[in-house]
């Protein structure tokens, strides 16, 4: 589901009536009391703005996960992460494709299961600097200022921040942290900070206009939990295993549906991996790294 960053941004989740011949376009759960029809799955994909950008960037996915699951899928639009969180908890909603931060407060809010992950390459942390400011590693940030993206961002600020405390640093008492979101780059070049905590791709997308040589990396960080598809509490166990089953049999030509959508082009020479709720717990590691031990709660609500 992350994305730039899964958490980070104010998340719409969208939904639309499936019908056998195609796409329909709708707001209502297809059942006003919440039930779901025999073979069908609501689900919801967090950090999609529009039901014609859901459309575009799933419904290729869709029409593949249909044809090989023997399942329909509904889409129901809601207002965002917390509506989504809300909608998962009242049984209005099956399944819900998230990122990893996100998951930890739907996780506590609603009880919901991990059913399969999409691991991204090269799904990790970096810091860097510019290569004048004589910083060769993260204990010299001491003192010094650092930008990373937007706030609960699993790569570009809760990554970073885990960076700092395993390096002996507290972030926002040891180093001070801004938050400014897609200006990361330019604050470093502006010198307005010492340095830039941020997901690796995005650093290799501001090498690529930039130049490399002018910038040094500190450290890099581990691969980061995987983006996951999550279900309701309460959903049948035969349905849980047949969109694992689904999903596990046919995940090259599933992938390349996804990558159809011009957004999910971060889910490239991505795999599916099976993961359990304490896979999740570096996550809450981080949380903590940034001085949250609330996990019911969205960094930035």
């Known amino acids: 589901m992350s994305v730039r960053g899964w958490i980070a941004r104010a998340s719409i989740v969208l939904t639309a009536a ?11 759960t297809g059942d006003p009391a919440g039930e779901t029809r025999p073979g069908t799955v609501r689900l919801a994909v967090t950090d999609l703005q529009g039901l014609e950008e859901l459309q575009r960037e799933f419904g290729a996915f869709k029409t593949e996960f249909e044809k090989h699951s023997g399942l329909q899928v509904e889409f129901f639009a809601v207002s965002d992460r917390t509506a989504a969180a809300a909608a998962l ?72 921040s885990q960076m700092l405390v395993d390096a002996g640093l507290t972030p ?71 969109i694992r089953q689904t999903l596990t049999d046919h995940f090259d030509v599933l992938l390349a549906a996804m990558l159809e959508g011009k957004d999910n082009a971060k889910y490239e020479n991505a795999k599916l991996v099976n993961v359990t709720d304490a896979d999740y717990d570096t996550v809450r590691s981080m949380y903590r790294a940034v001085g949250v031990d609330d996990f019911s709660r969205f960094l930035g609500d």
Do not use: W
């Not at 499936?18 to 209502?28: D, E, I, K, M, N």
């Not at 506590?108 to 299961?113: H, K, L, N, P």
């Open 18 to 28: 499936a019908v056998s011949t195609g796409l329909t376009a709708g707001c209502g």
């Open 172 to 242: 926002g008492s040891d180093v001070e942290v801004l938050t400014v979101g897609d200006t990361v780059h330019e604050a470093l070049r502006r010198g307005d900070v010492d340095a830039v905590g941020i997901g690796h791709h995005d650093y290799e997308e501001f090498m690529a206009t930039d130049d490399p040589d002018r910038y040094r990396i500190l450290a890099e960080g581990p691969i980061l939990p995987p983006d996951l598809l999550i279900a309701r509490p309460g959903l049948d166990e035969q349905t849980v295993a047949t």
């Open 89 to 160: 908890q009242a049984g209005r909603v099956d399944v819900v494709f998230t990122g990893p931060a996100e998951y930890v407060v739907i996780h506590d809010r609603t009880g919901a299961e991990p059913i399969v992950a999409i691991e991204r390459d090269g799904y990790h942390s970096t810091i860097y600097t510019r290569a004048d400011t004589g910083i060769t590693n993260l204990e010299q940030l001491r003192g010094k200022k650092i930008a990373m993206s937007d706030v609960g961002s699993t790569s570009g600020h809760l990554g970073p």
